[in-house]
């Protein structure tokens, strides 16, 4: 196998390299990928959309399409995934582990025992090892800033570099954080999976139904010109505010999908203690 | 709304996906009414699509309502109209089949594999219908992923199965992109339309003819042809039955379909056949992909896997026929991507029926079928006699039009390869109704007085009855051949290709 | 000789990105471990990404988001020559996406076959599957 | 030329495919069999209805659909086509009764799938017939083929299973690995596969690969059973008796020659095949088969599988007559397939009422048969003439004609092939009849008591052979139809 792959590698490497020759040199301004499309983006993108982002323009705009899409990718690999690992069935242990918060009593509850009740005792693993204070007490001061931050990446996608994506993984990191600084219980308490679920496809939904309000209002599929009759704007305007929105659609599928994903892949679909 | 067909065909499913795997969370039982509906309003969509097609020529769809190529169009013409009808109606009429199996396979997890079934089938429209390289790129990814959920969830090597078609199908798809950026690097365009028109300038580059290389031996990758085959048997042996007869009849075709639409769209048939001189060579491969895939299963001892060596052999011949670089073996190909599809989901949904009953495709779970399952096993005849390429069943015309092709490129050993696979898949079907007919052999040779036959116990109606649809289907669509060849795949071709 | 270097060093980004592209690929092919194997496709993903990007790249041009933007519509002139071309981000932020979608699935597969085999070893996985 | 388009031989074809969903799902056998005899008389009535305008030189033609460019599928019932059918289906008439006999009296299981493929084997049949151009042809050449494995392994046991597989082996190998590139090369260097008198290559150029084509395409129809490919039909005689006797003597064999002469009047056309001295070729093949099959008959102990190789012979008579290329004899080669019908299909009702009746399936155990089934064993002796050519029985108009034939193409050798086979037919057929009645009562293997087969089996083979004497009184229709056949 490692000759073959090696072969393989030599063979398509020298390809390549040899299709390579013809190609522009780096950073030529005359190569045709500058000069042929990019000149209209990076000239018109202002008027045609009133983005200064032309990125983020392209992105959600010009190819929005695509872009659409790319949520759905992601869309699909945590369904994929959520398919794939989670299991419903948990055959539950013959005791269950508890511990009292407060002192750090650890409780084993055979099978039909009951708990005092209190809302002072957590669940654990039997495996279970204390949080390190530092770590948890440091994130839990961090993660309220990550968020805010992740709020602003999104929302400033017009002028500045971020959009959707880069927010909402930030977003997701912010819950993922959470997860691996403490346990997955205690971040699954704070984003029920169905809760997280149901928003994955909110945030695609919001996505391909701006989209489907255009067609509805008349128009293509995602020309965001045809909101300028419900959002009381230009249709310039209207473009850049559907930007805006798309964006925001898919700053909650993208967080939503990295926490799934990360949920069921740390804990492989039991979603017990997590790593 | 018939304006916005082209939207509709690959925007309703993906909607309808969304507000199933909601659904899943709320009501299980939603997921199915919602699955068929949406797939019916895209077979319907597609279907309108194509008559508009018919009569106005090729459809350009401005999404977003950009002009391209600044933005993504779709452009729909005969090619990809009659592909989108075919992949739409094989997704509506498996997803109705396969209902009773996916609520005896996975009771818990209805919700989330309609969502992934439904966006396959998002994705492999979104392939067929868009007129921008990078856009299918996407689409492929789309179709790839939940392709690797929908197979892993079979049981025993499923997943193992899955991992290998995974890392297959992402260099596949992989070289698909960088060939694409060699094509952008090159003529700064993304759109298909738009490159064609730059092209023939830069057809004496070394770039364009990697670019060319690279993305052939992506899609050929993606579509299994031999030698790069080795993902398909287990993944699509080891799926779930519902999961394989949407996955086999559909994205080995629709990978074809690029790789015509890169033939005839991007890089045109005067730089595919004459510039670059390589149709003798690809088609002696398809030559060798043909015999192989039937070899090969020949010695399969699983219907299901022997079922999928055939496809090998299938997707031989559609490659072959396309690189005869004549009219009538491009028709036969574009034809037998419609005709196999068909008949691979006719053979599927049998094996499906069978699995779902006897609970499993090993040749030895077969025995006294004709009497357990008649009805099933009547049309996965027909399925078979379709294969083996028996008038008026499609299969024999397309296989007509590829012989045809054959010989008059003068390509004979392309020839001796179609007849001998139709010959194989004679011994490869009679061998299968023999394990079905004759075994258990009973005490009484001869004349069976106290036969007592095993009691009839037949797949569900629901199950059947799709199955009997595209039985009757194939037998259609072989008496309408004329009719198909004249009113679109003639459009489909090139004026340029003769 | 000095043609040939300059050649070499008027197209670098080529060189680097073929280089890891190979080794990914070589990593896909060859490596035993399942995981390794993923890890060889990230590579060689990323190694796309890195010529589409590079693609991009104009001497002499910043990144591409206009200047003097909040005011309003175009009243400054804007020159193509200045901003580096947008699109190859564009279309490399799907990339990304595609890749940790991917990577993502795989690693779900991954957990799938090690549950089922105790192994990510290939040989081990396909020796316990002869056994069978 | 007179054409009228009309509906009917589509509807000829259908009306047995279409009672075959109500015969798989009749519960009773008495209605499965009444169905069975609805749609045979119907079929017979439809095809007779067609017979006074082909009489007067008409065409009646139908297009179903256009498949290809330049061929559709597409009937056309011209005189040979009507000869066939009419011998064909008026027979399934009488084998349908035959059946119901036979299979009761056996209790042989799967009856409903039996009378199923047997509408299905028929409908092919007629569609065979009724076919327009080569493609039409293969069509339903290869739905007879499907259509009877079922049938010739009906017994569902091994040995039906090894039949079965050199059934298909030889059938269905032959139709795909020769017939269909034959076919293929066709219609690429004419742009057509429409039989008509010139033939389809009229225009072009001879050539070599012409030849080559006439062979594959002779020798492909398997069905045929022109040797070398003739080993599947002794084989096939595993099956259920009336199976063997409409289509292992009529309905598939038939089918066979008949393709072959369509190939040969429709296809290459006489005279082209005269141009080239192709008719020689066929000539001297179909006459090794005609001697060899005959002698290899004569060392065959069980009684099936002599007729099957009689039949064997009698099928090259056929494609000899035509291949003479002289009016007469292709007058012979196509009556012979009505009058070999007759006959041939009475000797397998008299080998499978023996089989109900005694069980006895060689000759060797037939003597002083005669005396327990009289009626069987003189319906036999009628068979047997009309298959050497005696009067007063059909076959010998066939065969004098083919010998007036051999006479007009000036073909010395054939007339003494024609001649020496007949021979042989009596040699191999007459001992039978004479060891079955004139036998010494210490080499009677029977009693003395009457003891027939069922009525049901007894009457149609009855029927046969009166037909067979018939046919000598009565040849016109047969003989006209011939005529017409050949342009005259």
Redesign the interface.
């Known amino acids: 196998m490692k000759i073959i792959g090696l072969i393989v590698a030599i063979l398509v490497g020298a390809l390549l390299v040899y299709a390579a020759a013809d190609f522009p040199a780096w950073s030529d301004p005359a190569s045709p990928a500058s000069t042929y499309l990019s000149p209209h983006f990076i000239e018109k993108t202002m008027e045609e959309t009133s983005v200064p982002n032309i990125v983020t323009a392209v992105l959600a705009d010009y190819r929005g399409f695509d872009t659409m899409f790319e949520t759905t990718v992601i869309f699909s690999a945590g369904m994929a995934v959520f398919l794939l690992l989670r299991t419903f069935r948990r055959e539950e242990p013959e005791a269950r582990h508890y511990r009292h918060v407060l002192t750090g009593v650890t409780l084993r509850v055979k099978e039909g025992g009951e708990l005092p009740p209190s809302d002072d005792f957590e669940r654990i693993d039997s495996l279970w090892t204390p949080h390190d204070l530092i770590i948890k007490t440091v994130c839990r001061l961090l993660i309220p800033f990550i968020q805010l931050f992740a709020l602003y990446v999104i929302a400033h996608g017009h002028h500045s570099p971020g959009g959707g994506f880069q927010g909402g993984v930030i977003l997701g990191a912010s819950i993922i954080l959470l997860a691996i600084s403490q346990d997955l219980r205690t971040a699954v308490k704070r984003m029920a999976e169905k809760l997280d679920a149901l928003l994955c496809s909110v945030g695609v939904l919001i996505y391909a139904g701006t989209g489907a309000l255009c067609l509805l209002l008349g128009l293509n599929f995602l020309d965001y010109s045809a909101l300028a009759s419900v959002l009381h704007v230009d249709s310039i305007m209207a473009r850049s505010h559907g930007i805006l929105i798309v964006e925001i659609g898919v700053g909650i599928a993208v967080m939503c999908t990295m926490i799934w994903i990360y949920n069921n892949v740390s804990s492989g679909g039991k979603y017990n203690q997590g790593l | 709304m018939s304006l ?1 067909y082209p ?1 509709l065909i690959v ?1 309703v499913p ?2 309808s996906a ?2 199933i ?2 659904a899943g ?1 709320v009501n299980k039982r939603w997921c199915f009414p919602i699955t068929v509906a949406a797939l019916a309003v895209a077979a319907y969509s597609s279907v309108g699509l194509l008559f508009r097609v018919l009569d106005e020529g090729v459809i350009v ?6 002009d391209p ?4 169009a779709y452009y729909v013409d005969h090619l990809n109209g009659l592909v989108l009808a075919v992949v739409s109606i094989v997704a509506l009429l498996n997803a109705i089949a396969s209902k009773k199996s996916i609520e005896q396979e996975f009771p ?2 209805i919700g ?2 309609y ?2 079934y439904v ?1 396959m089938v ?1 994705g492999l429209l ?1 392939i067929v219908v868009t007129g ?1 390289a ?2 299918l790129y ?2 492929l ?2 179709a790839a ?2 392709g ?2 929908l197979i ?2 079979g049981g025993g ?1 499923g ?2 199965s ?2 290998n078609y ?2 297959m199908g ?2 596949g798809a ?1 070289f698909y ?2 060939g694409v ?2 094509l ?7 759109n298909m339309v738009d490159i064609a028109g730059i092209l023939p300038d830069l057809y004496q ?7 060319f ?2 993305c052939m031996v992506g899609v050929w990758i993606k579509m299994a042809f031999f030698p790069l085959h080795a993902w398909l048997p287990n993944a699509y042996t080891h799926a779930p039955s519902a999961s394989s007869s949407l996955i086999a009849p559909l994205v080995t075709k629709v990978m074809i379909y690029v790789m015509i639409r890169l033939i005839l769209t991007i890089f045109t048939p005067e730089f595919s056949f004459n510039i670059l001189a390589v149709s003798k060579p690809i088609v002696w491969l398809s030559v060798i992909a043909i015999f192989m895939g039937a070899i090969l299963a020949l010695k399969e001892r699983n219907l299901k896997k022997m079922l999928t060596y055939i496809i090998i052999a299938e997707v031989g011949y559609m490659v072959g026929g396309a690189w005869l670089g004549n009219r009538v073996g491009m028709t036969g190909a574009i034809l037998h991507i419609a005709n196999d599809a068909l008949m691979t989901l006719c053979v599927f949904l049998a094996v499906g029926n069978i699995v779902y009953k006897v609970k499993g495709a090993e040749f030895e779970d077969l025995q006294g079928l004709f009497r357990k399952m008649p009805f099933t096993m009547g049309a996965f005849i027909i399925g078979a ?1 379709s294969m ?5 069943t499609c299969g024999f ?1 397309s296989k ?2 590829l ?2 092709g054959a ?2 490129a003068g390509h004979y050993g392309f ?1 001796v390869a179609l ?1 001998f696979s ?2 194989v898949n ?1 011994v490869l079907f ?1 061998r299968v109704f ?1 394990i079905c ?2 075994e258990p ?2 005490d009484h ?5 106290d ?1 007592h ?1 095993e009691p009839m116990d037949e797949a569900p109606v629901t199950m059947l009855v799709p199955l009997f649809i595209v039985a009757a289907i194939l037998v259609l669509v ?6 198909i ?2 009113h679109i795949i003639e459009f489909a071709i090139p004026k340029g290709l003769v | 000789m000095a043609d040939l270097i300059s050649i070499i060093v008027a197209k670098y980004n080529y060189w680097i990105y073929i280089t890891l592209m190979m080794i990914g690929l070589y990593a896909m092919i060859a490596k035993n471990n399942l995981v390794k194997k993923i890890v060889g496709m990230n590579i060689f993903q990323t190694a796309i990404i890195l010529f589409y990007v590079s693609i991009g790249v104009k001497k002499g041009a910043t990144i591409p988001i206009l200047e003097h933007g909040h005011g309003g519509h175009g009243h400054h002139v804007v020159h193509a020559a200045d901003y580096v071309n947008p699109l190859p981000h564009v279309l490399m932020l799907t990339a990304i996406v595609v890749g940790v979608a991917t990577l993502g699935v795989a690693l779900a597969l991954a957990i799938r076959v090690y549950n089922q085999y105790n192994t990510l070893e290939e040989d081990e996985i396909l020796a316990q599957i002869r056994e069978e | 030329m007179e054409t009228i388009i009309s509906i009917k031989p589509l509807l000829a074809v259908l009306v047995s495919l279409l009672i075959t969903p109500i015969l798989a799902s009749s519960r009773a056998p008495n209605v499965r069999e009444a169905w069975t005899f609805v749609a045979a008389v119907a079929k017979v009535l439809i095809i007779a209805s067609m017979v006074p305008a082909v009489l007067k030189g008409a065409e009646i033609v139908y297009t179903v659909a256009q498949v290809v460019p330049g061929v559709a599928i597409k009937f056309r019932v011209d005189a040979l086509g009507m000869l066939f059918a009419l011998v064909s289906s008026s027979l399934w008439i009488v084998t349908s009764a035959y059946s119901i006999g036979y299979m009761r009296a056996l209790k042989e299981h799967s009856q409903t799938r039996y009378f199923v493929f047997f509408a299905l084997a028929l409908s092919a049949t007629v569609g065979v017939a009724f076919s327009a151009n080569l493609l039409t042809l293969y069509l339903f050449y290869e739905m007879l083929s499907f259509a009877t494995y079922p049938l010739v392994t009906h017994h569902q046991d091994p040995e039906a299973r090894r039949s079965g597989r050199k059934y298909l082996l030889y059938i269905v190998g032959t139709s795909i690995g020769i017939v269909l590139p034959a076919m293929l090369i066709c219609y690429n260097m004419t742009g057509t596969l429409e039989f008509s008198m010139q033939g389809i290559f009229a225009g072009t150029e001879p050539k070599a690969t012409m030849v080559v084509l006439l062979l594959m395409l002779v020798l492909g129809f398997a069905k045929a059973a022109i040797m070398p490919l003739h080993s599947w039909l002794p084989a096939a005689m595993v099956a259920p008796t009336p199976v063997s006797a409409l289509l292992h003597a009529v309905a598939v064999v038939k089918v066979g020659a008949f393709s072959v002469l369509r190939v040969l009047t429709g296809v290459f056309g006489i005279n082209l095949l005269t141009n080239l001295h192709l008719g020689t070729v066929v000539c001297y093949i179909a006459a090794f088969t005609v001697i060899t099959a005959s002698l290899i008959a004569l060392t065959q102990d069980g009684l099936k599988r002599r007729l099957a190789f009689s039949t064997i012979g009698q099928l090259s008579y056929i494609v000899l007559g035509v291949a003479l290329l002289s009016p007469k004899g292709m007058i012979g080669g196509m009556t012979h397939i009505a009058m070999h019908a007759f006959g041939k299909i009475t000797l397998f009702f008299c080998a499978g009422a023996i089989f109900v009746a005694t069980g006895k399936k060689n000759i060797s155990e037939m003597v002083g048969i005669g005396k327990r089934m009289p009626v069987t064993m003189i319906a036999f002796f009628i068979g047997s003439l009309s298959v050497i050519g005696l009067p007063p029985t059909g076959g010998f108009f066939s065969k004098w004609y083919l010998v007036l034939g051999t006479l007009q193409a000036d073909q010395m050798p054939m007339l003494l092939v024609l001649l020496g086979s007949s021979l042989l037919n009596a040699a191999y057929f007459l001992p039978v009849v004479y060891k079955a009645f004139f036998c010494t009562s210490e080499e009677s293997m029977f009693q003395n008591t009457i003891q027939e087969a069922p009525i049901w089996c007894v009457a149609p083979l009855v029927v046969t052979a009166v037909g067979s004497i018939v046919l000598f009184f009565y040849p016109t229709l047969f003989l006209n139809l011939a005529k017409l056949a050949i342009g005259g």
Not at chain 2, 388 to 392: A, E, F, M, R
């Open positions: 916005q939207a925007v993906l909607l969304l507000v795997s909601i969370w769809y401005k999404l977003g309502g950009w190529p600044m933005g993504i818990e997890k989330p594999f969502t992934l966006l998002t979104g921008d990078f856009n996407v689409l990814e789309i992923l939940t690797y959920g892993a969830m090597r997943p193992l899955a991992l995974l890392y992402t260099i992989c992109l960088l950026g060699y952008y690097i090159m003529t700064g365009s993304l580059s070394k770039a364009v003819m990697a670019a290389i690279i006699i083996i390429g028996v008038p008026p015309f007509w039009y012989i045809s010989i008059q020839m007849l139709s010959l004679v009679f023999e007919f004759y052999f009973s040779h001869g004349h069976g007085h036969r036959p072989g008496l309408y051949t004329g009719d060849v004249n």
